[in-house]
């Protein structure tokens, strides 16, 4: 059974930092994307940054672009979001997403929540003016 556990959410004041983690489980090591995203209520998911495992390529969203770092730790299955400078506007719940082995990061549909099979429960994120 594949999971996704997201950790490492919280309350900062703006202009702060938070580091969140997902730690994949349950299924094979083949290189795929791996993105975050994030949510308000009522407005649809927003992608903030992706990777492809194979090679470390990475995505952002412009919006987040310069703020934010995705990476990974291969050994641990695990795929890391530093935010850095953080705004209000970043007050969201981000959650952690998987495409199917193989799945590339490169295309416009990579930022289309629809495009990831896998998702996270997800982990809040507020950010104080």
Same mark, same amino acid.
């Given at each position: 059974? #594949? @999971?996704?556990?997201? $950790?490492?959410?919280? &309350? #900062? @004041?703006?202009?702060? $930092?938070?580091?969140? &983690?997902c730690v994949a489980s349950g299924y094979t090591n083949a290189d795929r994307c791996m993105a975050w995203f994030r949510q308000i209520p009522g407005q649809e998911r927003e992608a903030v940054a992706r990777i492809y495992?194979?090679?470390?390529?990475?995505?952002?969203g412009d919006?987040?672009?310069?703020?934010?770092?995705?990476?990974?730790?291969?050994?641990?299955?695990?795929v890391y979001l530093?935010?850095?400078?953080?705004?209000?506007?970043?007050?969201?719940?981000?959650?952690?997403a998987a495409t199917s082995p193989g799945d590339?990061?490169?295309?416009?549909?990579?930022?289309?929540s629809t495009y990831y099979r896998y998702w996270g429960q997800g982990t809040q994120v507020t950010v104080s003016s």
């Open positions: 059974q #594949v @999971q996704l556990l997201e $950790s490492g959410g919280g &309350s #900062v @004041q703006a202009g702060g $930092s938070l580091r969140l &983690s495992t194979g090679v470390d390529t990475t995505y952002y919006s987040v672009q310069g703020r934010f770092t995705i990476s990974q730790d291969k050994a641990k299955n695990t530093q935010m850095n400078s953080l705004k209000p506007e970043d007050t969201a719940m981000y959650y952690c590339v990061c490169f295309s416009a549909r990579a930022a289309d």
